[in-house]
C-alpha cells in the first residue's frame, strides 16, 4: 500500500549552491524511468559534471531498485566519454552524451538505452552557432556527411576519410592507411571510444574539435547511439550507432524526446519498440522546423528505422500544407514527445509544443504514420516543457495520465488524468499535484495494480538546477474527492 501520494525520495543529488568542491556533480538532468518485466525500477540521467546546461561533461547513469523506490543502488555509467585535456572551451571541452530513453523488448527482456551524441562542441547549440558563423561570414554552412557508404567519416583538411572494419581508416579514395579508431570499446565505460591511433601509438580522438593532436575529427552533428542491458541494468553494452538506420541526409538535428518510450502491447505490431524523437531541416536555426516522430524496431532491437514526422503532408487551418522535411513555421513546430498505445490499437503522441495547451496526435499503424490533424487540449497546459505519460486500465475503465509543469513556467508538477472514450478521445477528468516549486522534465511508470511511480526534476533554494527525486502515488489519490 502506497498510501497515496508519498514524500518524495532523492535518487539523484546535484551540488549545494554554496559548496565549491569541484568533485560534486553540478547536476542532474532528463530522467528517464523503466519498470521491467522482473520488477526492478531503472531510473536513468543525464549526469552533468560542470552545469545544468546542455553540454559539456556529460555521462549516461542509471540506478536500480529492487523494492519499487524505497531504496536505490549505487550509480551504474553507461558511457563516460574523454575528456579533452586541451580544450578551447572549458565548459564545453568533453563529447557530450544526453538525454536518455529506456524500453524493453518484451521477448528477450533486453532493456534498450538510447541516447545523443555530439562531439567536442556545445552541443545542438554550438552546431547552430558554428553555421551561423559562417553564414554571417559569406560562407556556406557546412553540410557534412556523417558517415559516407555507411562508414563514419573522419575530416582532415576538408576531406571525408573513413572508419571501416575494425575502426581502420580508409583514404577518400579507399587506400588503407595507419590509422585506426576505436569504435568497439570492450572495457566499460567505454571512455576510449573515438581514440585514435597511429600503428600502435595513440595520437588523439577524432570526437575532439579543439587543441586536437588528432588530424581527424567526426562532423560536427549530432549521432543516436543505443546500448543494452541483459541482466536488469547491472551492466550495459557498448553504445552502437543506429544514426545511419533512422536519419536522414536533410535532418540537421535529430534528437530523442527523452523520458518513457513504449512497447506495444496489441494489435498487428504488438511487440514492438518504439522511442519517440523530433527533427529540424535547417543547418542554423532551430525554430520553425522541430517535428516530431518515433522510431522503432520490429526485430527485438536489433535494427531501427524512422516512421513519419506529424508535421509531414499536414494540412493547417488556412489551407498551407506543411512537411518537416521543408517547413518554416514557429507555431506549428512540435517537439519532444510522448507515445501511449490505447486498448484499441491507436498510438496517442503527446508533444510539447508553442501553443500554450499540450497538443497529440494520433496513428493507426504503430507510429509509422499520423492521421490528418491535430488536437489541442485545450485546458491542458503546456509552458513548453517536455511531459510524459502512460496508459492504464482501473475498474474496467481505460485511462491516460500526464505528467508535466502547470506552470507557470517550470514550475507546479501535476498528475493529469483523462478518461478514453469510445472513440479514442479523451475526456480530463482530474489533476492532482505532484511537486510545488521548480519541476521541468519527468518519466512516469505503473509499478503496480493501481500504483504508479514518476522521477522528476527539481530544485530548492540551495541545489544547483536539478536533482532528481520519485515519488509514487495510487489511483485513490487522483480520484478522490
Not at 508519498?6 to 542532474?28: G, H, K, N, P
Not at 530522467?31 to 549516461?60: E, V, Y
Not at 561570414?137 to 553540410?143: H, I, M, N, S, T
Request: proline letters at 4%; aromatic letters at 10%; glycine letters at 8%.
Amino acid at each position: 500500500m502506497i498510501n497515496k501520494l508519498t514524500q518524495a525520495t532523492m535518487v539523484f543529488e546535484s551540488r549545494l549552491i554554496d559548496d565549491a568542491s569541484t568533485d560534486q556533480v553540478a547536476s542532474y538532468r532528463i530522467p528517464s524511468l523503466l519498470k521491467t518485466k522482473k520488477g526492478t525500477l531503472i531510473a536513468g540521467i543525464d549526469q552533468r559534471h560542470d552545469h545544468h546546461f546542455d553540454w559539456g561533461n556529460i555521462d549516461m547513469v542509471v540506478r536500480r531498485s529492487e523494492d519499487n523506490g524505497d531504496t536505490w543502488g549505487d550509480n551504474i555509467t553507461i558511457v563516460d566519454l574523454a575528456t579533452n585535456p586541451h580544450a578551447e572551451h572549458p565548459d564545453f571541452g568533453t563529447p557530450v552524451n544526453i538525454d536518455m530513453t529506456l524500453i524493453q523488448d518484451p521477448t528477450t527482456e533486453r532493456i534498450f538505452s538510447i541516447f545523443g551524441m555530439y562531439p567536442e562542441i556545445r552541443g545542438l547549440f554550438g552546431m547552430l552557432e558554428d553555421n551561423r558563423d559562417l553564414v554571417e561570414q559569406g560562407k556556406e554552412p557546412l553540410d557534412e556527411k556523417q558517415f559516407v557508404d555507411g562508414y563514419l567519416a573522419l575530416y582532415k583538411e576538408g576531406e571525408a576519410y573513413t572508419a571501416r572494419e575494425g575502426g581502420q581508416v580508409f583514404t577518400p579514395q579507399g587506400e588503407a592507411t595507419d590509422y585506426r579508431v576505436v569504435l568497439e570499446s570492450t572495457q566499460a565505460p567505454y571512455s576510449d571510444l573515438g581514440d585514435l591511433y597511429e600503428n600502435d601509438t595513440k595520437i588523439g580522438n577524432v570526437f575532439f574539435v579543439t587543441h586536437s593532436a588528432s588530424p581527424f575529427r567526426i562532423a560536427k552533428s549530432m549521432y543516436l547511439w543505443e546500448s543494452h542491458s541483459d541482466d536488469e541494468g547491472k551492466t550495459w553494452s557498448c553504445p552502437k550507432d543506429i544514426t545511419t538506420q533512422v536519419k536522414a541526409d536533410w535532418m540537421k538535428f535529430y534528437g530523442i524526446g527523452p523520458g518513457v518510450s513504449l512497447t506495444l502491447h496489441t494489435g498487428p505490431h504488438k511487440g514492438r519498440l518504439i522511442a519517440p524523437t523530433y527533427s529540424t531541416n535547417h543547418p542554423y536555426i532551430l525554430d520553425g522546423s522541430q517535428s516530431s516522430r518515433v522510431i522503432y524496431s520490429d526485430d527485438h532491437g536489433v535494427s531501427w528505422q524512422s516512421g513519419e514526422a506529424v508535421n509531414d503532408d499536414r494540412t493547417l487551418a488556412d489551407g498551407t500544407r506543411i512537411h518537416s522535411a521543408t517547413m518554416d513555421d514557429r507555431e506549428e513546430q512540435n517537439t519532444e514527445a510522448v507515445a501511449v498505445q490505447l486498448n484499441s490499437g491507436t498510438v496517442m503522441l503527446f508533444m510539447r509544443n508553442l501553443s500554450g495547451s499540450v497538443q497529440s496526435a494520433v496513428s493507426l499503424d504503430g507510429g509509422a504514420t499520423w492521421e490528418e490533424g491535430i488536437t489541442t487540449h485545450e485546458g491542458v497546459n503546456d509552458v513548453y516543457c517536455q511531459l510524459s505519460a502512460v496508459q492504464t486500465v482501473q475498474d474496467g475503465q481505460e485511462y491516460v495520465l500526464l505528467v508535466n509543469a502547470d506552470g507557470p513556467k517550470r514550475t507546479n508538477g501535476v498528475v493529469r488524468v483523462a478518461k478514453v472514450n469510445a472513440d479514442d478521445t479523451l475526456t480530463w477528468v482530474a489533476k492532482k499535484p505532484l511537486q510545488e516549486g521548480k519541476f521541468a522534465y519527468s518519466a512516469i511508470q505503473q509499478i503496480g495494480d493501481d500504483a504508479f511511480g514518476v522521477l522528476y526534476e527539481h530544485a530548492d533554494e540551495a541545489h544547483n538546477e536539478y536533482c532528481i527525486l520519485f515519488k509514487r502515488f495510487d489511483w485513490a489519490y487522483l480520484v478522490e474527492e
